[in-house]
């Protein structure tokens, strides 16, 4: 068993892989110059809209670490954390952003639709709540087949106010699914703070009126979602039905990566600051009884490197075969349909 220490590491490598990820795709969108030595030649290399992730690292960080690779995980828009944290490689990651032929989807999908199957990773959705219907179909089959895998759900708290939600939510009570809700709580529905427009007390209320039992948990201290994602991971894998872990974090970029997010208040913008997951992970770290900073500064040059790798591969990566825009769509039976 890892020690409190070991643990806490771990947690931060993931956290600093992501934060590392977002920021070099963040600029790479914006068509400037990276922390990491890249250049976009001025112009954007980042095919698509970018939705970041940034400030929410602690919340897949800290449930992802209790997943097994035969575990299955649905996203969202803002997906990159979740992708990473449950072991996708970054360089085809960065690839698919760059619309390159080695990306995962082949270069079509871009961010918000990234999937790897190899690592129980069902892909990011570009449709709000649509990622809550599929992880609790890919559960239903896991108790069908009698597998011994469960399914990570993230979404966001604006998908709490949209249909599938409660039709997700609904089913998995009813048939007793191996499925663990995890709410992103970041606070904004695009350019819309979400408080005034939710009813109620929100997710964890909304799990409670259907008898799915739920946590709350500070989403930016990653050592409090890893205890609470340890206590509900390890109740759905004993066949007691579904969970709700609700993480209220912050969303500290822009809805998009080109979005300057002037309609926030910058106070809130700055108070959120103050609790970035990344620098309390350091503190708690370095709180422990020998505890060394060389080793997070050695975390973190890995994953200024690991980004560095990625964004060179995807600048040199093939453009698909134009060919290829005629493949992974539905047939209309070759004109029969008209």
Known sequence: MATETETLLALYRTMVRIRAFEDAAEVASQGGVSAYGMTAAGTASVRGPLHLSTGQEAV????????HADDYLTSTHRGHGHTL???????????????????????KGGSMHIADFSVGMLGANG???AGL?????????????????????????????????????????????????VCEDNRWSATTPSGPMTAGEGASARAASLDIPALQVDGNDVVAVHRAGAQLVAQVRAGEGPRLLHAITYRVKGHV???????????????????????????????????????LQAIERGAADEVQRALAAAEAAPWPDPASAFTDVQTTGAGQWR
């Open 257 to 295: 990566s080109v979005d300057p997010a002037a309609y926030r208040d910058p106070k809130e913008l700055e108070e959120a600051l103050r609790g970035d997951p990344i620098a309390r992970a350091r503190a708690a770290y370095l709180a422990l009884p020998g505890a060394e900073a060389a080793h």
């Open 60 to 67: 897949p960080a800290g449930v992802c670490a209790h997943l």
């Open 133 to 181: 219907p599929i992880a609790v179909g890919a559960a239903h089959a896991q108790k069908l087949r009698k597998r011994h895998g469960i399914t990570a759900c993230f979404f966001g708290d604006g998908a709490i106010n949209r249909g599938p939600f409660v039709e997700a939510l609904n089913w998995a009570r009813v048939y007793e699914l191996p499925v663990l809700f």
């Open 85 to 107: 944290a449950k072991g996708a490689d970054p360089v085809r990651m960065m690839c698919e952003l760059f619309g390159k032929a080695s990306g995962y989807n082949g270069g």
């Open 127 to 129: 449709v709000v709540a």
